[in-house]
């Protein structure tokens, strides 16, 4: 079984910074995109970040251009999203994905198979 799992939550003010890992048991079994949502209570869930193949350079939400950065270690199969000047709006709990099937590939994890728990992110004003 593939575990995906999430630390770095927590609460910060508005402006900070925060950064996610999220650990994969099985990089294989998820090597062809992994991504980073988020979900706020009452609203639908949205994709933040993600990476594809070899890619180098995740695309993002037009929502976070400019303060979030996502980066893959393959060394330690970790996916990380950086998190700068958080805005109350950010509030959300954030959840890690990853797929190893091509149609995710082309479709940049849309709609991933494997999910981690979720970690909450709270950003105070």
């Known amino acids: 079984e593939v575990r995906l799992v999430e630390s770095g939550g927590g609460v910060v003010q508005t402006g900070g910074s925060l950064t996610l890992s999220c650990v994969v048991s099985d990089f294989r079994k998820g090597r062809f995109c992994q991504a980073w949502f988020r979900q706020a209570p009452g609203k639908k869930r949205e994709k933040v970040a993600d990476l594809v193949g070899r890619e180098d350079t995740a695309k993002y939400a037009d929502f976070v251009k400019g303060r979030f950065t996502m980066s893959r270690n393959n060394d330690n199969n970790t996916v990380y999203l950086q998190m700068n000047n958080l805005q109350p709006e950010d509030s959300a709990e954030y959840y890690c994905?990853?797929?190893?099937?091509?149609?995710?590939?082309?479709?940049?994890?849309?709609?991933?198979?494997?999910w981690g728990q979720g970690i909450q992110v709270t950003v105070s004003s």
């Open positions: 994905a990853a797929d190893d099937r091509w149609s995710e590939y082309l479709a940049r994890c849309e709609s991933p198979e494997l």
